[in-house]
């Protein structure tokens, strides 16, 4: 039997016979209503909430299972006083809960790995939030591929959750007593207390930039959880380093302030000329301006002083794209994926251009690809249309 794409064997059919499940959180290798479809092949029954006589509560993987007041979520709760009460209901992460199934092939999709884009989209924050993260230690690439750099989801969802709770007012303090009660409830999983501390130690220290605006040690703007900071440093325009303009720069970018972080990027890559990500930073910085000419030639320097560069080489293609050069966007873009095979984000970007350029066929390859690297995604459903009108075409 097959359901949802996952096949289901004879000898499996019956491992959940008769057995009750609720779930809670949200599933990182399935969407609930693929889960109770499968729950059902197996021979078991969803039900909404635990009770008395449920067998188990999975606990979904993608992000942390806590509400908005950074409590534990109702069901989790729930099971919990069941299980108090001497009630035989089993509390189990996502990840154990599969391993029963044997679903060893759903377990290696709750590790894949995301670039910095594909998170971009999935979870709806901005790059330079994502780089801030990492730059504070709040979040760590498990793979870096060519300065490509690859994250755990679990890992950046929780600290999206994280930082979330911290600036809706909540306390470190009562999160980080949630955070415990979940390690106890299932020890199996790590619920992130280390990157609970990188949010309270970035309490400590606040950077006054020239302009008088404070910005956090990892160059965030604007994310203060005091009234008043407990420490500021000022920096002198005058002195300040390539690494200092580069803080600078990284906060007005997250600000929004293109502009000034563009001349703020400038004074830095003055300091330090060959440096390829300060010019491919800069390069993203006047796109963002529209400053098309003037950003492709600082994503060209960027490739020259780093040729491996591969997002470097992404952008630039897009850029060419933009400016109506094609065939140098697609050579771009074809280099990058000459360097990581697996990027994603460059087979969607080839497969666009080459739509646009009349090359169906060659797009339809990219298109696959895209939907073979990346099948969960948002942008999955365009790239299905594509190939569907790709293979319309090639009927006709």
């Keep these: 039997m097959e359901q949802g794409g996952v096949a289901v064997g004879r000898s499996d059919e019956g491992v959940l016979r008769d057995k009750k499940v609720a779930l809670t959180g949200r599933l990182a290798a399935m969407t609930h209503r693929e889960a109770a479809r499968l729950i059902e092949d197996f021979g078991g029954k969803v039900v909404q909430a635990p009770a008395r006589d449920t067998d188990y509560l999975v606990v979904g993987r993608e992000g942390l299972p806590l509400g908005e007041d950074g409590q534990p979520t109702a069901s989790l709760l729930a099971a919990r006083q069941l299980q108090s009460l001497g009630y035989a209901i089993e509390i189990v992460s996502e990840e154990v809960f599969l391993s029963k199934l044997h679903l060893l092939e759903d377990q290696q999709k709750i590790r894949r790995r995301y670039t910095i884009v594909q998170l971009t989209r999935i979870l709806g924050v901005s790059r330079d939030r994502i780089r801030a993260w990492m730059r504070a230690g709040l979040i760590e690439p498990v793979e870096t591929i060519h300065r490509l750099a690859y994250f755990d989801y679990q890992q950046v969802t929780s600290a999206k959750m994280l930082s979330d709770l911290v600036r809706s007012g909540l306390t470190p303090a009562g999160i980080r007593e949630s955070l415990a009660r979940l390690s106890r409830w299932l020890p199996e999983t790590d619920y992130c207390l280390s990157q609970l501390s990188v949010l309270e130690s970035s309490r400590q220290l606040l950077v006054r930039l020239a302009d008088g605006r404070l910005a956090e040690p990892s160059g965030q703007l604007l994310m203060t959880f005091e009234p008043e900071p407990r420490a500021t440093v000022a920096l002198d325009a005058a002195e300040q380093t390539a690494e200092e303009r580069l803080e600078e720069a990284v906060g007005l ?15 830095a890559a003055r300091c330090d000329p060959e440096d390829a990500v300060l010019q491919f930073s800069l390069g993203n910085v006047l796109y963002s ?3 098309y000419r003037e950003a492709s030639s600082h994503f060209r320097r960027a490739v020259e002083l780093e040729p491996s560069y591969v997002e470097a080489w992404n952008n630039l293609g897009n850029l060419l794209a933009e400016l109506g050069q094609l065939e140098e966007a697609i050579t771009a873009l074809r280099y990058a994926l000459h360097i990581v095979p697996d990027y994603a984000d460059a087979h969607f970007n080839l497969a666009s251009i080459l739509a646009t350029a009349g090359r169906t066929s060659e797009a339809a390859e990219h298109w696959q690809a895209y939907l073979t690297l990346d099948p969960l995604s948002p942008w999955a459903d365009e790239a299905q249309s594509h190939l569907a009108a790709a293979a ?3 009927r006709a």
Aim: charged letters at 25%.
């Design 253 to 267: 970018e997250a600000a929004g302030f293109f502009a000034q972080a563009a001349d703020a990027y400038r004074a």
């Design 289 to 291: 301006l529209g400053e």
């Design 392 to 394: 319309v075409e090639s």
